[in-house]
């Protein structure tokens, strides 16, 4: 794991996070949509928020998407869960909601999961990886290293 | 039976976004690692090699589905029980998918951090 992979990371928490506040505020505007409206939705991509929250969300795709192409799935979801953790400290330092002990606590296991899948390999090597592994690039990579 | 609906919403985000977790991290597996691409190639040689992937497209739609289930669930039944209890199975059934059906080793250590994160999110939805 090198630096940049972990800003990859970090940027996953981030925008996925910025980007589901902005949707969530831009709706607010909306008010609800109902079944029979669903035209409503289209429309909903000219509000400024929305549109920010969208641009947010492109960005959470394609660096999950790039943490996909060198990161196993069961490493990049739990190491990428913080944003539930960074939703509520944001909630409680700038919006002064109350957090209760039982959210408390799962802020806390939350923490402690990322934390334990991060200390682990980000890769495993699997079948696939294993075709990888014995193609002539990876084989000078490794000799190299 | 108006609980049937929220239930059935959450069933089928979880399917649908385990689906389309699995297919998406396939295709980028192939497409290899991007960062390394994009030094060698350029950016344009990363997009087109994504795109070029089949199952990258099958990913994508099967996540719209995933996002109508969700706007479906959240007009039957309440944010607090939706969003959480999709996000919690859905960690589960990831990680049972990618060891299926990705053949990744899910260890002890991912186990734990995968059930740990679960229940977080569940105890932070209460």
Redesign the interface.
């Known amino acids: 794991m090198t630096f ?2 972990y800003l ?1 990371l970090a940027g996953i928490t981030v925008f996925a996070t910025a980007g589901d506040s902005l949707l969530a505020r831009g709706m607010k505007d909306l008010g609800r949509v109902s ?1 029979h409206h669903l035209s409503g939705l289209l429309l909903a991509i000219l509000n400024p928020w929305v549109t920010a929250g969208i641009l947010l969300l492109l960005a959470f795709f394609s660096c ?3 943490a ?3 990161a ?7 190491a990428t ?1 913080l944003g ?1 953790v960074l939703v ?1 400290l944001i909630a409680h330092f700038s919006f002064h909601e109350e957090i ?1 002990t ?2 408390w ?10 934390g ?2 991060a ?2 390999p980000s890769v ?6 294993h075709a ?1 592994d014995t193609s002539p690039d990876a084989v000078s990579q490794e000799v190299k290293s | 039976m108006k609980d049937v609906y929220p239930w059935a919403a959450i069933a089928l985000i979880v399917l649908a976004s385990t689906t389309g977790d699995v297919l998406l991290s396939y295709s980028m597996k192939r497409v290899g690692d991007v960062g390394e691409l994009w030094q060698r190639r350029g950016v344009l040689a990363v997009i087109g090699r994504v795109l070029k992937t089949p199952t990258f497209a099958l990913g994508l739609m099967v996540m719209g589905v995933a996002f109508y289930g969700l706007l479906f669930g959240l007009s039957w039944g309440n944010l607090s029980l939706v969003v959480p209890a999709s996000a919690a199975l859905t960690f589960v059934a990831n990680a049972v998918a990618a060891r299926i059906f990705l053949h990744e080793r899910v260890g002890r250590r991912r186990w734990v951090a995968t059930l740990l994160v679960a229940a977080g999110v569940v105890l932070m939805a209460v």
């Open positions: 940049r992979k990859v079944l999950y998407m790039s996909l192409s060198w196993d799935l069961t490493y990049v979801l739990p869960s539930y509520a209760s039982t959210r606590l799962g802020i806390a296991l939350i923490a402690v999961g990322v334990f899948v200390a682990g495993t090597p699997s079948r696939h990886q990888l």
